[in-house]
């Protein structure tokens, strides 16, 4: 990869991302499918790096799949998102963190149209006020929960009991990265290192010990598409997106993927085992799958939290291998117990996928 | 200029979206959506740029306009600053609150995502639900999902979750005033309107169609357009 060039473009997207006090509302997508990874995030954020973040049990989805299903109209929208910064400033804070990618390219859009149109935001305004009796300020700063994670990224890497590295050859693990679209691909400078070389998640890489692998489909959609997945009938599109991806990157031969939205780590998981059933075919080292982390999860995992304790037994894919790679230890009789040690049953391996 | 083409110019999307297209064809080149469907939105912001009503008619009421997956990676690269994204965003709107949806295949899908996340963020505040997200609606979902439906409570307690209980956390139950407050801001705003419009519009295809339709999610008409026809 032609670092220097790069190098050069990331100096001009740089970001203001709040040091402390922080307002969280949580991603739908990412509480049904990896609520590990907000559990640890909190984690992370409370415990190791002694931040104050607060939820308000009140808030609510952001209305974003609706909205991007074009079920509901823009002032829906706008209103729901004006009640969630509502709850912000009754609980006196002035820095937003989303947990979502969707989320926050909504909340984007949303206030550049305020800024555009301030009589949308008047409207807005008024509507919430008319719905709920509230009134709201907009936020000072507002980020992605990958900003978060990214701006303390040397303070993890100080702390971390492990590193991107095989135990074995001591050579850096080859990640490969794949950012939300809705993260800087409609307002570039709201993304640290724009859209077209977004640097949030390599700047983890990079000081976890990784080396980030470069593949020609590396900025393409996951595939999610709203009505393209929530439609079964649709799902033809999705899956096909996604494979372009795993095609494109196979001959770089990548051994993890770090993802900054929630949706796109549930669909390059998910289809991979759709592929394995369809056709036969595996994408990652020796005919295994290759697992897909979620920044907060891969956070856990250098810092030495139990995997089973962030969530990794509700991937399809089995990390196994990559933990052993690492050299992280875990106790596979713990897999799938639930809480006070019960156990649950196991999930079926699927047929094709190899886990040594 | 057209009646439509006055309506599409008073949402603010369309504005911000529209500007002056070239025809580069730079969208059609990055759009996802383009390579796996018969899919061009640079002909569709063409289209618009005639500002000609009978045309703009058959686009709200065709497959075309259902295909885009509002990724915005066109936005990201147009020369000129245009939005085809946005500009679905706006034509799915309008094709909503005229009732053309219901002429195409793929518009006809609304009513499956309006019974589904737009009735959940209505009753639960979540536009995904673990509990209503179905193993068997969701084969892709695979063995783990399957396993996770059956023992959801457990998983999310061992996870550090708060399913369906007060206070914080992943999928706590949010307060009943909570969603009243949800439900009088899309009555407000015209989110109650547009499913209403959704509904009518779906009954009135469906009693064409000689299907029923009922309320919820397990109707022949919502099988139809939920599968595929
Ligand atoms: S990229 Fe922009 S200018 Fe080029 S065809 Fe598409 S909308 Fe028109
Ligand atoms: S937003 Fe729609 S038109 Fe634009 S690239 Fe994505 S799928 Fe294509």
Known sequence: ?356 | MGKLYERLMQDVRFQEGLKACIHCGTCTAICPAAEFYVYDPRQIVDILQTQDDRQIEELLKSETIWYCGECMSCVTRCPRGNAPGLIIIALRSLSQEMGYFTESEKGRQQLALKRTVGQWMLDYGYCLYAPLISAKQHPEQGPVWEWEQKHLGDVMDRLGANLNRPGPGVLRRIPPESLEEIRRIFEVTGGLDRFDKIEKFSRIKALEMGLEIGEGTDSEYFARIYLGE
């Open chain 1, 1 to 356: 990869m032609d670092i220097e060039g790069k190098r050069n473009i990331w100096k001009e997207y740089q970001k203001e991302i709040a040091d402390d006090h922080y307002f969280y509302v949580r991603s739908c997508v990412r509480q049904n499918f990896f609520p590990g990874a907000e559990t640890v995030f909190l984690r992370i954020l409370r415990d190791l790096l002694n931040k104050d973040i607060f939820e308000n049990p009140s808030h609510t989805s952001c209305s974003g799949i609706c909205y991007h299903s074009d079920i509901i109209p823009f002032e829906t929208t706008m209103t729901v998102i004006a009640r969630q910064f509502s709850l912000m400033t009754d609980a006196g804070y002035k820095n937003f963190v989303t947990s979502c990618i969707t989320s926050f390219g909504l909340y984007s859009e949303v206030m550049e149209t305020w800024r555009h149109f301030p009589e949308k935001k008047d409207q807005a305004r008024e509507f919430l006020r008319k719905a709920t009796g509230r009134d709201f300020e907009v936020p000072v700063n507002v980020a992605h929960a990958s900003d978060i994670i990214f701006k303390f990224r040397k303070e993890i890497a100080a702390k971390a009991k492990y590193r991107l590295i095989n135990r074995e050859t001591g050579k850096p693990l080859r990640v490969v990265e794949h950012i939300g679209c809705h993260y800087s691909k409609m307002f570039p400078e709201k993304g640290i290192g724009g859209a077209e070389y977004p640097y949030v998640l390599i700047g983890m890489i990079e000081e976890w010990g990784g080396e980030v692998v470069d593949y020609p489909e590396r900025r393409h959609c996951c595939g999610f598409g709203f009505r393209q997945y929530l439609v079964r009938a649709n799902r033809g599109l999705s899956l096909s997106c996604s494979k372009k991806k795993f095609d494109s990157m196979e001959p770089y031969h990548p051994e993890l993927i770090l993802t900054n939205c929630p949706g796109c780590p549930m669909f390059l998981d998910r289809w991979q085992y759709v592929m394995s059933e369809m056709e036969g075919k595996t994408y990652g080292p020796d005919g295994e799958a290759i697992p897909v982390f979620t920044y907060e999860e891969l956070a856990g995992l250098v810092l030495g939290y139990d995997p089973w304790d962030i969530g990794l037994q509700v991937h399809q894919v089995p990390v196994e291998p990559l933990l052993r790679k690492m050299g992280i230890p875990f106790d596979p009789e713990k897999k799938f117990l639930g809480p006070g040690g019960k156990f649950m049953g196991e999930p079926q391996l699927p047929a094709n996928f190899i886990c040594k």
